[in-house]
């Protein structure tokens, strides 16, 4: 399909969306409805691996761990055969997104051959193994130090949306790091005035499976109870909708990305929403 000729723009109004990368995402879906939004506002991707780099690995025979802090944030095991696994599946899916936004005529760009993201990798983590703490020295997982909004502004500024892998980049090469908080300083960075996190859940619960205790909304003041609430990877979430608040934007929505149109259900409070 050809692309859509469209003007450059001023870029205001940005929404950020991280689309998971764990298994039951419908990424067709999601890029359909990405592209219907495109047309109206300016748009940054950010995007999850882990479901395609799972795959790759089983292929390969490479084993897959997680890593879970003392204060229970889990986080996948990246040594460096691992860490080379994640970076080719994160540019599988990265064209992917780019490809599917086109074929919908929405012009896009993938910024994967400079990472944006600025990382910092530590040395040596301390992991809670079977019950049991251990210290990891050969983790390719980091911390996000820096943004360079400049490379994201200018594909906004040509009407394009960007797409960024949650990859950042380090002294010591490529780094795997949260895709979620990844959004948070994107969005941050470039002044973003919504991010919309979709995962394969609805939002976040005070007893998970028990619908009767979905949260619909949770303001700056409860964060603490609400992370209190979260389990597993739903911790992560939590902490990266109090990053983007603080960094300023008005609105952070959970949402299921496993529905037909996820983005617009979740930007119409289908989700958990986190204000300031």
């Not at 003007?7 to 998971?20: A, D, H, R, S, Y």
């Not at 300083?185 to 939002?203: K, M, Q, T």
């Not at 911790?235 to 603080?246: C, D, G, Y």
Request: aromatic share 4%.
């Amino acid at each position: 399909m050809e692309l859509r000729v469209k003007t450059k723009m001023e870029v205001q109004n940005t929404l950020v969306v991280k689309l998971g990368g764990g298994a039951g995402l419908d990424l067709s879906a999601a890029v359909n409805d990405l592209a219907t939004i495109a047309r109206e506002r300016p748009l940054i991707i950010v995007h999850g691996v882990s479901e395609r780099m799972a795959q790759l690995c089983d292929e390969r025979g490479i084993p897959v761990e997680m890593l879970t802090s003392p204060t229970g944030h889990s986080s996948r095991y990246t040594p460096p055969a691992v860490r080379d696994v994640f970076v080719e599946a994160a540019g599988q899916i990265n064209t992917e997104i780019v490809d599917g936004l086109r074929e919908q005529g929405i012009s896009a760009t993938g910024l994967t051959d400079v990472p944006v993201i600025h990382g910092e990798r530590k040395d040596a983590i301390r992991s809670v193994v079977h019950g049991r703490m251990r210290v990891v020295r050969d983790d390719y997982t980091g911390s996000i130090t820096t943004v360079s909004n400049q490379p994201i502004l200018d594909v906004l500024a040509q009407a394009e949306v960007a797409v960024i892998p949650p990859l950042a980049w380090s002294d010591d090469g490529l780094l795997n790091i949260d895709g979620d908080r990844a959004a948070a300083a994107v969005a941050g960075a470039v002044s973003a005035a919504e991010l919309v996190i979709l995962s394969n859940v609805r939002g976040l619960y005070r007893n998970f499976g028990d619908e009767n205790s979905f949260v619909r909304g949770v303001s700056g003041s409860q964060l603490e109870q609400a992370m209190g609430w979260a389990q597993g990877r739903m911790k992560r979430k939590i902490l990266s909708a109090q990053e983007a608040l603080n960094n300023g934007l008005s609105r952070v929505v959970i949402g299921d990305g496993r529905v037909a149109t996820p983005v617009s259900l979740a930007l119409n409070g289908e989700g958990t929403v986190f204000s300031a």
